[in-house]
């Protein structure tokens, strides 16, 4: 085992704060968190706030809220890259002391020269290093200058990477690139370097955009004598159409997905296994992951992001979860969902309590929580209820023949001296065998009466969970007794 395994393990997530957490940020939050705990690490959470302008305290917030809403947690307080921006200075003068880099006195109009004869000969545009070994005596008088790394001329850069293999760029083709802007402002590239060094970071986990950046950065990192860190670059999601995902396919923020009903738990297992996988396993808990997540198990090729795949495995931890803790979650979202308002004005404890009892059965037919609320609607409606089109035409159906049978069962159900579900299920089935009807044709009816709806949690349970006086009242509501 080298020095460099021989280290604890050190992940970081570093994004730009943009306003939210994007999903394809998250996964990479989430691969760099996981490898950490695999391997008893730490990740930590640096923000690449230099761009001054989309940099807001607010921005900031979203992001911290989206990882946090997911389960990601990071060692120490997130670094500010902004904030290091003299450190990074410090590392071009070493640079500069050592003959690393120089100063670079092209004019913005050199530069567009230098470009238009690229297009012109049809290659790449790069910078031709005519300030690379001029001496300065030359320089022109009120031109501040950049600052460039001194890449080698020939050979190669090599990148050992965890997913891709191993990967080769010629060095022509990497060019002199800035390090410091004329203003004195330090580059992306070269912040990211001097971070990555200073906070002891031994595992690059990103995305295989940055592909190219890392052959550049390997090139700064061998410059200053600094060892470079293991790398992994992760294929990028795609949307169902096989193009980059974006806005266009729909929600791209992890804060979209609390909003519409997702649990953090689903969507963290199923961005892991958006180009990560052990054999045909679907379902993971924290804990396994934590024991499997490995970099070998992540694939080369870009992985589709299906809609419907992550709704399916959300229902599946809708019907896996305690009905509490599941009530909970619904009354987290409701101040940020459509219609949230409309619950909260009308929740009571006694609501809450009838939502609680119902959650068996709801949960069972909901894959978001939306649709758990919206399943629930019925508890929370005021009489008389809204009617869907196709629930009245189940009570008007036959000359009005399940008006009829409402309103004779809510006569028997008024009387009833115990109300529990089995007195009601014995209730309303001794009542179609006294009309020879099937159970059916009673209970479509009722559920009609009692939802405004026509799916509904078991018909006896949402009987039992309103209780008898609402029952009733709403059963003759729909016959127009009083």
Request: a negative charge.
């Amino acid at each position: 085992m080298s020095s460099s395994d021989a280290k604890p393990v050190i992940t970081r997530f570093a994004p730009s704060p943009t306003g939210y957490l994007h999903i394809g940020g998250a996964r990479t939050a989430l691969f760099n968190w996981l490898y950490a705990r695999a391997n008893g690490g730490k990740m930590l959470l640096r923000i690449e706030d230099t761009d001054r302008a989309r940099s807001t305290q607010e921005a900031v917030t979203a992001l911290l809220d989206g990882l946090s809403w997911l389960g990601i947690d990071w060692e120490g307080d997130p670094i500010s890259q902004f904030s290091r921006a003299e450190r990074h200075r410090e590392a071009v003068d070493q640079l500069l002391a050592s003959g690393g880099a120089y100063r670079c006195y092209a004019t913005p109009q050199e530069l567009d020269e230098m470009r238009e004869k690229a297009r012109a000969e049809k290659r790449p545009p790069r910078y031709d290093g005519r300030w690379r070994d001029r001496d300065i005596s030359q320089a022109p008088q009120g031109v501040d200058p950049v600052i460039r790394i001194k890449t080698p001329l020939d050979g190669e850069t090599v990148v050992y990477d965890k997913v891709q293999g191993e990967v080769r760029f010629p060095n022509k083709d990497l060019d002199d690139l800035v390090l410091l802007r004329s203003d004195g402002s330090p580059t992306y590239m070269l912040a990211v370097v001097v971070d990555d060094h200073d906070m002891g970071v031994t595992h690059i986990i990103r995305g295989d955009d940055h592909l190219t950046n890392a052959a550049r950065q390997t090139v700064i990192y061998k410059a200053l004598g600094w060892d470079v860190p293991k790398m992994a670059h992760i294929p990028l999601i795609y949307g169902p159409d096989g193009a980059k995902l974006s806005k266009r396919h729909g929600a791209t923020g992890a804060e979209a997905y609390r909003a519409m009903g997702y649990l953090p738990e689903a969507l963290r297992n199923y961005l892991v296994r958006l180009g990560w996988a052990h054999g045909d396993e679907e379902f993971f808990t924290t804990a396994q992951l934590e024991k499997l997540f490995t970099l070998k198990a992540i694939g080369k090729s870009p992985s589709r992001f299906d809609f419907a795949k992550l709704e399916n495995m959300n229902g599946h931890y809708i019907r896996a979860k305690d009905d509490r803790e599941l009530l909970d979650s619904v009354i987290g979202i409701l101040p940020e969902i459509d219609g949230g308002d409309w619950y909260r004005e009308r929740w009571t404890p006694q609501r809450e309590a009838h939502f609680l009892t119902s959650m068996p059965g709801l949960k069972e037919r909901a894959k978001t929580l939306l649709e758990l609320l919206d399943g629930a609607r019925f508890l929370f409606v005021d009489r008389p209820l809204p009617m869907e089109e196709k629930a009245a035409a189940i009570l008007d159906a036959d000359d009005k023949a399940g008006r009829t049978s409402i309103s004779q069962l809510a006569l028997l159900l008024a009387e009833l001296p115990q109300w529990s579900l089995e007195t009601i299920e014995q209730a309303v089935r001794d009542f179609a065998d006294s009309k020879d009807l099937k159970l059916g044709k009673v209970a479509q009816p009722v559920r009609a009466a009692l939802t405004g709806r026509t799916t509904s949690p078991g018909v006896f349970d949402v009987m039992y969970v309103l209780g008898q006086e609402e029952c009733v009242a709403r059963l003759n509501d729909q016959t127009g007794t009083a």
